[in-house]
């Protein structure tokens, strides 16, 4: 395993002297994505802005390279560190090309002028995060997508070790949310970059980080492998989700279920039935679900929303009992909804309700 170009010891951060967080440990390594994650307030851009010296630490030391930050000089901090915080950058008269050059400022001289290498890697950071087109627009009049590329291509242009991101998905859309994270994550295999950001977006945090750091209260609440923090039990109780739930194999969030007893009985499988829970859920109809093998994709989803849940164990036809409890619920519920269309030799029980259903005039198509 190569050595953490970037380290913590003991590090305390906060204000005015005074220490929000401490003992924070943290060894970010080449080609590694750490993400910080936790609650509203919890410390993570207090964090990120102690590593990069824009907050003084309150105890304890960050390292670049091995060498304590305290000790370098802010040039030789730019040209192994570079920053995509969240503040709007509103520069005036500056074309998106003049924004990303000043990426080259650690490596020109005191008056800040190019040389056509400067010029040529500038050109090169803005075709890395699709933005070459950009280059001769008012920085101004492009949109927040269009300008996150253009200053991540300004912290590329810096040829950092490592990169710090404070909330860099904040106020884009979907496309450029995914956009942006394929691109930077492309960079850290290509450039064997080192990133630590912090992200809101749970499900994103859970697909692009290789470390995760849990941020909450006065402590680091717990750090490691993505597939170690990113359970449901763990999340929920991480930001404290008093209503609702986690759903960790989905990285998805779902609202709590509509208590009372089951209005409607959902005859679901294969992921056909989410959006029939869901709209259920919106209209604060109660409802049962079934029958679902427990590897199916409804069943989680089912298991958030619905009232009563009929389920069987994976990877198995559904059986008499399943069959069986199944109709006993159905028959308590005025309603039935059947979004499948197709049966098989696993979900034939579940043909056999249809057409019970049917016949009891409870069916809805």
Request: aromatic share 6%; glycine share 10%.
């Amino acid at each position: 395993m190569s050595a953490a170009c970037l380290q913590t010891r003991e590090l305390c951060v906060g204000y005015n002297r005074k220490t929000l967080i401490g003992g924070i440990e943290l060894n970010l390594r080449r080609g590694e994505i750490m993400t910080l994650i936790g609650p509203n307030g919890a410390g993570k851009s207090t964090i990120l802005k102690s590593l990069i010296r824009q907050l003084p630490l309150t105890g304890g030391a960050v390292y670049l390279d091995g060498r304590d930050m305290a000790a370098l000089g802010e040039r030789d901090v730019a040209r192994k560190l570079s920053v995509l915080m969240t503040a709007h950058l509103r520069p005036e008269l500056m074309t998106c090309f003049d924004v990303a050059a000043t990426g080259r400022y650690p490596y020109t001289g005191r008056l800040g002028i190019l040389s056509k290498e400067d010029r040529e890697k500038t050109e090169r950071s803005l075709e890395l995060v699709h933005a070459a087109d950009l280059a001769d627009r008012d920085f101004t009049q492009i949109s927040d997508g269009q300008r996150q590329r253009v200053l991540l291509a300004r912290a590329l242009n810096q040829e950092p070790d490592v990169l710090v991101l404070d909330e860099p998905t904040s106020f884009l859309d979907i496309r450029h949310k995914l956009e942006l994270l394929a691109i930077l994550k492309d960079m850290v295999r290509a450039r064997d970059l080192a990133v630590v950001m912090s992200l809101h977006e749970l499900d994103l945090a859970q697909k692009i980080s290789d470390w995760v750091v849990c941020v909450h209260g006065d402590t680091i609440a717990r750090q490691g492998p993505t597939e170690e923090i990113f359970t449901s039990e763990y999340i929920t109780e991480l930001y404290g989700a008093a209503r609702g739930s986690y759903n960790a194999l989905f990285g998805s969030l779902e609202l709590e279920a509509v208590s009372g007893a089951p209005e409607v009985f959902v005859i679901g499988g294969g992921g056909i039935g989410i959006p029939t829970y869901r709209r259920l859920q919106r209209q604060g109809t109660p409802f049962a679900a079934g029958v679902l093998g427990e590897n199916d994709l409804d069943y989680p989803v089912a298991q958030a929303l619905a009232v009563e849940t009929v389920a069987e164990r994976p990877f198995r036809p559904i059986g008499e009992e399943a069959f069986h409890r199944a109709v006993s619920v159905m028959e308590r519920c005025g309603r039935v909804l059947c979004p499948v269309a197709e049966f098989g030799e696993m979900n034939e029980k579940n043909r056999l309700l249809r057409e019970l259903a049917w016949k009891a005039g409870k069916l809805e198509e």
